[in-house]
């Protein structure tokens, strides 16, 4: 059963191998996550005002609000205060800059399931970031901007971070779903009719749910089974997330144990270095290609990649 742990007094290596084995870490609000939260939270009073952010479903429509955020959080994403704030929140916690890469952060909406629950604000069903072509070293830090509700909130299957689902997550494609799926996130306000990786089978219903207080960070690997929970709730929750890979697991190929991804593709091109927003050495060039797929794919690192990074 995995472990949780509060503000652990461990080091980055450390602690990236208790994460990677199945256990949570919750870390408490530091200066650049509650710069982080502000933020986000001004832009998004600013987006919806006058109305409560929370109480969007009582004063808008589904399509209303699918508008705005389809341009808010490209907003926020490409904020550039937001690539200052995670290099400062890895110095926080004590993590080399110079080592580690992370992605633009996200801001995610849970609406009440009855209003919005699919596109630009989908509610994800149970799934492992590594079903969607995470590298299995991602590790997750997700902050909610407002107070968290047990009914409003994420959930974790904690049988799974060592047991195998049968999902069929072989059907996802990460450059396929840039090019076809991400931009018509906006369109999809009813119902989303996009396909993604799913489990094939049925679940343990025992969940937890973890309710860090707003700016608290919830710190988890990619390869970690999780959801949305069904918000029955009357009010919207918010939160950011990013991902951050560390350059030395890359290389030694650390990480969670793949226990059932089967997809295509990488995310790893979207990684930026924390000390200068470098992108991950040998991404345009090194990478060697899957026969099955067509020549656009990139579907594993090859040794270019790792000898570069090696002495980067």
Same mark, same amino acid.
């Given at each position: 059963?995995?472990?949780?742990?509060?503000?652990?007094? *461990?080091?980055?290596?450390?602690?990236?191998?208790?994460?990677?084995?199945?256990?949570?870490?919750?870390?408490?609000?530091?200066?650049?996550?509650?710069? *982080?939260?502000?933020?986000?939270?001004?832009?998004?009073? =600013?987006?919806?005002?006058?109305?409560?952010?929370?109480?969007?479903?009582?004063?808008?429509?589904?399509? /209303?609000?699918?508008?705005?955020?389809?341009?808010?959080?490209? &907003?926020?994403?490409?904020?550039?205060?937001?690539?200052?704030?995670?290099?400062? @929140?890895?110095?926080?916690?004590?993590?080399?800059?110079?080592?580690?890469?992370?992605?633009?952060?996200?801001?995610?909406?849970?609406?009440?399931?009855?209003?919005?629950?699919?596109?630009?604000?989908?509610?994800?069903?149970?799934?492992?970031?590594?079903?969607?072509?995470?590298?299995?070293?991602?590790?997750?830090?997700? @902050?909610?901007?407002? /107070?968290?509700?047990?009914?409003?909130?994420?959930?974790?299957?904690?049988?799974? &971070?060592?047991?195998?689902?049968?999902?069929?997550?072989? @059907?996802?494609?990460?450059?396929?779903? =840039?090019?076809?799926?991400?931009?018509?996130?906006?369109?999809?306000?009813?119902?989303?009719?996009?396909?993604?990786?799913?489990? /094939?089978?049925?679940?343990?219903?025992?969940?937890?749910?973890?309710?860090?207080?707003?700016?608290?960070? *919830?710190?988890? !690997?990619?390869?970690?089974?999780?959801?949305?929970?069904? =918000?029955?709730?009357?009010?919207?929750?918010?939160?950011?997330?990013?991902?951050?890979?560390? @350059?030395?697991?890359?290389?030694?190929?650390?990480?969670?144990? =793949?226990?059932?991804?089967?997809?295509?593709?990488?995310?790893?091109?979207?990684?930026?270095?924390?000390?200068?927003?470098?992108?991950?050495?040998?991404?345009?060039?090194?990478?060697?290609?899957?026969?099955?797929? !067509?020549?656009?794919?990139?579907?594993?690192?090859?040794?270019?990649?790792?000898?570069?990074?090696?002495?980067?």
């Amino acid at each position: 059963m995995p472990s949780v742990y509060f503000d652990p007094e *461990l080091g980055d290596e450390e602690r990236r191998q208790r994460l990677y084995a199945g256990d949570i870490i919750i870390l408490s609000a530091t200066p650049g996550t509650r710069a *982080l939260v502000s933020l986000a939270k001004e832009m998004l009073e =600013n987006a919806f005002a006058p109305h409560d952010p929370r109480a969007l479903h009582k004063h808008m429509t589904p399509e /209303q609000v699918a508008a705005v955020l389809s341009k808010l959080k490209p &907003s926020f994403i490409h904020h550039p205060e937001c690539k200052k704030l995670i290099p400062m @929140i890895m110095k926080e916690n004590d993590v080399s800059l110079d080592r580690i890469y992370f992605d633009v952060p996200r801001l995610r909406s849970a609406y009440p399931s009855h209003f919005l629950s699919s596109g630009i604000a989908y509610a994800f069903h149970p799934h492992r970031d590594t079903w969607y072509s995470a590298p299995m070293c991602q590790i997750n830090w997700w @902050i909610p901007i407002y /107070q968290l509700d047990p009914n409003n909130a994420m959930a974790f299957y904690p049988r799974y &971070s060592a047991e195998p689902v049968e999902n069929n997550s072989e @059907i996802y494609n990460y450059d396929e779903w =840039n090019a076809k799926s991400r931009g018509s996130a906006a369109q999809h306000v009813k119902h989303d009719t996009r396909e993604q990786p799913k489990p /094939q089978q049925e679940l343990d219903p025992l969940t937890i749910r973890y309710l860090p207080p707003p700016g608290g960070v *919830l710190v988890f !690997s990619g390869a970690q089974l999780h959801e949305t929970v069904p =918000n029955t709730t009357d009010l919207a929750r918010y939160s950011i997330d990013f991902r951050t890979v560390h @350059i030395d697991d890359v290389v030694a190929g650390r990480g969670a144990p =793949n226990l059932d991804s089967r997809c295509t593709g990488t995310t790893m091109r979207d990684y930026l270095r924390g000390s200068d927003l470098q992108h991950l050495p040998g991404m345009s060039s090194g990478f060697c290609y899957d026969a099955s797929a !067509s020549a656009d794919k990139v579907l594993y690192f090859g040794s270019g990649l790792l000898g570069k990074a090696a002495t980067d």
